[in-house]
């Protein structure tokens, strides 16, 4: 999992495989780990700041709504820490 998300340091564009727009400007990055499949929200502040937010093993074909709603809330409160700097 590790060397996935150093894909995020290093890279200019990530692999459009581990990658799948989910709503409001969020986005899902997956992760096989052994058997394991995870996903982790994030959002693309500016062309180049990536900031990842929750990340949750997936059990099931669809994306739990809860998670999305949990991603949209988090971008929402980053937004607003931004702009109160």
């Known amino acids: 999992m590790q ?3 150093l894909l995020f340091e290093t890279e200019d564009r990530i692999p ?3 990658i799948k727009f989910i709503r409001d400007s969020i986005f899902e990055f997956r992760v096989n780990y052994g058997n394991n499949e ?7 502040d500016g062309d180049t700041i990536v900031v990842l ?3 949750f093993k ?3 074909q669809k994306t739990p709504s809860s998670e999305i709603e949990k991603a949209i809330k988090l971008k929402d409160e980053y937004y607003e820490a931004k702009r109160n700097q």
């Open 3 to 5: 060397r996935a998300l």
């Open 16 to 18: 459009a495989h581990y």
């Open 38 to 44: 995870f996903r982790i929200f994030f959002i693309y």
């Open 53 to 55: 937010f929750n990340c």
């Open 58 to 60: 997936k059990k099931t």
